[in-house]
């Protein structure tokens, strides 16, 4: 028999897993993009660009119900066709070469982080894209409430716009509101509260998501588009409150952020597999 007060032997501590890392906020996962972004060249760069312009104004235009084709973006965004062929695109190219003059505007404008938001750069993106309006201080607001129209909230009544948009703007520069709201928060209420004063005539949706994508890239983020997927949704939002907006806001700002890093992972797959081939003697 043992004796019972023979030494036990010491049970192992379990040993416990660190924690798991923590997931980076949206600001750092931006940071970190650039950054590779960066690193990959300036080839890359350019190929990246033009595969986001496309895409962004694929799918802004189809939250419009316009949808071009890949043949329509390839051909006006490359460089090499200034002149189209093929004159029956001409058109359809002009629109989608003066929807990358605005992004190329906003992009400029993001850079000016000191720069007041003001009316004038309202009126500026949406001349961009009609530049038959004439310049800021010719182009009007819309004088009537449209019968057939494709967003089907309430509209502000016209002689209510001037009013409506100034305190749109005073509300974005107001050092208050910049300090009780995130980056994404007012950028997301901007844009809904001017979708639903609905200013111009035309295209009221591209100026208020591409003034809400300058306030985004402002404040480091990177553009948040809408898919067209997201089209009845994104109209639902806008009868609904800007919480709502707010979340399909951030969802497309994942969705875009996943899709650079898919890009940039298969990109450094691929040149990882070349340099394994090339050190085998393939190729």
């Not at 312009?53 to 006006?76: C, F, K, N």
């Not at 003059?101 to 850079?111: G, M, N």
């Not at 309202?122 to 009609?130: D, E, F, M, P």
């Not at 300090?179 to 295209?203: C, E, G, K």
Request: charged share 30%; proline share 6%; glycine share 4%.
């Amino acid at each position: 028999m043992r004796a019972k007060n023979a030494a036990k032997t010491p049970k192992k501590k379990a040993s416990v897993p660190p924690p798991p890392p923590k997931p980076l906020t949206l600001e750092e996962r931006t940071a970190l993009l650039e950054k590779r972004l960066l690193d990959t060249g300036a080839e890359f760069q350019a190929y990246y660009r033009d595969n986001l312009d496309m895409s962004w104004i694929y799918h802004d235009s189809a939250l419009e119900g316009v949808v071009y084709t890949p043949q329509e973006l390839r051909t006006a965004i490359d460089p090499a066709s200034a002149v189209v062929s093929d004159a029956s695109m001409q058109p359809v190219c002009e629109e989608i070469r003066r929807h990358r003059e605005a992004l190329d505007f906003i992009r400029e404008q993001a850079l000016k982080r000191r720069q007041a938001i003001t009316i004038d750069t309202v009126k500026k993106i949406y001349v961009i894209l009609h530049p038959e309006e004439g310049d800021i201080k010719t182009v009007r607001y819309r004088k009537d409430i449209p019968q057939h129209r494709l967003y089907f909230h309430e509209y502000a009544a016209p002689d209510k716009i001037t009013y409506k948009v100034r305190q749109i703007v005073d509300w974005i520069n107001d050092p208050e509101t910049k300090r009780t709201r995130s980056t994404v928060r007012l950028a997301a209420r901007a844009h809904y509260d001017l979708l639903r004063v609905f200013p111009f005539q035309h295209d009221s949706g591209k100026v208020a998501r591409l003034l809400m994508n300058l306030l985004l890239l402002r404040g480091g983020f990177p553009p948040a588009i809408v898919h067209s997927t997201e089209r009845q949704r994104y109209y639902e939002a806008l009868k609904g409150s800007s919480a709502t907006m707010s979340v399909i806001v951030q969802e497309a700002i994942e969705n875009n952020l996943a899709s650079i890093e898919k890009m940039l992972d298969t990109r450094d797959a691929n040149r990882e597999e070349d340099r394994l081939g090339a050190s085998r003697g393939e190729g």
